[in-house]
């Protein structure tokens, strides 16, 4: 004998008070005025070999900080731009960093870049950094960084192509004092660098 | 989320409890049987307890074609909007008679078409009277 009970529950599978406070940006490229950038966050995390990648190391250039994971679709279709941003940019100092915040980490990472062939960075995020970014509840979420390590734009959820690349280019030509020099204004400041490579 | 209201489940029988589920408009969860290896089940699993989990039945998944402006469509195989999963559970006839709760987890992940929510396990619990 079967007993069918219905049960009056509704579980609300959703997060109201995630998606209310979305800062939802508008779909066009915006960079932040050079007086209101802050810093980002440094992080010290691993790609798959084990080596330790940080965004320190990359001060001077122009960085595109991926938050991502394999089981988000969105984030799928930004994968093929990013490649042809890292093809096409990455001799004018600029890089696209993925990290990845999938739970299975390297196990179910591997597989996925070894179908997709990214040519670009990606290390496994952190609880830490995560919090230090805002906590990433939403993927994707991308930060635009410039060549001096402070965040120049920032999108949360799939936003075009267009929009990236107008941002990357708009920083990438921008002039600036620290792209020669790994992030180091010399001692004796800009100009007896300048004086130096002459 | 409200609290379920008890429910009576006779020993020595099956009984079936239905979890209805309500999505946020817009938003869909990846079905139980995802057209994509990485997408992220969803799935509804019972602890042990007095009664036996025997089963859990999903709905009929809805495939859908989402596309994010300026990409390619991609088919998925989600569940939206309102949505039952059904669970069995066996009542021993021995089971003890009283009340007594049954502790589950729901794992889902959560999309709409530009952006996912992390995965989220959700507990869930049954207030049961075994009666005779």
New interface residues.
Partial sequence: ????????????????A??ASCAFIP?EAHLYPEKERKTAPDFSLKDGDGKVVKLSDYRGKVVLVNFW???????Q?ELPWFKTFQHDYKDRNFTVLGLS?D?DGWK?IKP?LAKNDLNYPVVLADDHTEMLYGN?????TNFVIDAQGRIASHH???V??KTYREEILGLLETPTHVSQTNGRVPANGLLAFLRTTR | MTPPPPFKAKAGTTVEARLPIEMQAGYHVNSNMPLDQYLIPLRLTWDKGVLEPVGVEFPKPVVEKYQAPGTPATTISVFTGKFEVVSKFKVPADAKQGPTTITGKLRYQACNNVMCLQPKNLDVALQVDVIR
Wanted: charged share 20%; with cysteine.
């Fill in positions: 004998m079967t007993m069918k009970k219905s049960l009056t529950w509704i579980a609300r599978v959703s997060a109201v995630l998606i779909d994971a394999t089981w988000c679709g969105p984030c279709e915040v739970d179910a996925f990433v509840e939403n993927l994707p949360i959820g799939l075009s192509k």
